[in-house]
């Protein structure tokens, strides 16, 4: 099943930093906190239809699990946050539970990489 594979929890900053080699053609990462409501209410609809329907994997990190290194490497002012990576770098940003404009992030960073 696609959202398997297309899904993956990052645990730190490594794997985060690993997600972001593997998938340098272009990826999403999911910003998120243990403590954020939303968060935790919108992971089963971005696991379960966006991650499932996505042309491209979607890394899921809590910000406990990357503490300093978050504000270091890339600037997040709301929980969650949804940032498009292509070559390691950030080229489109989503705020706030949306995942249609996820979606359409998603659609726009692939007509234009």
């Not at 929890?9 to 080699?21: G, H, R, S």
């Not at 379960?48 to 997040?76: C, H, M, T, W």
């Not at 489109?92 to 998603?106: H, N, S």
Request: hydrophobic share 40%; net charge negative.
């Amino acid at each position: 099943m696609a959202a398997s594979t297309n899904f993956v929890e990052l645990e730190d900053a490594d794997a985060l930093m690993q997600f972001l080699n593997d998938h340098q053609e272009g990826c999403v990462i999911t910003f998120s906190a243990t403590w954020c409501g939303p968060c935790k209410a919108s992971k089963p609809k971005l696991k379960n239809e966006l991650a499932r329907k996505s042309p491209v994997p979607i890394g899921y990190v809590q910000e406990e699990d990357i503490d300093d290194f978050l504000q270091v490497f890339v600037e997040i002012k709301a929980f969650p946050t949804y940032v498009y990576f292509q070559n390691g770098k950030e080229t489109a940003r989503v705020q706030g539970v949306d995942l249609q404009a996820v979606e359409q992030m998603i659609q726009d960073q692939q007509q234009q990489g």
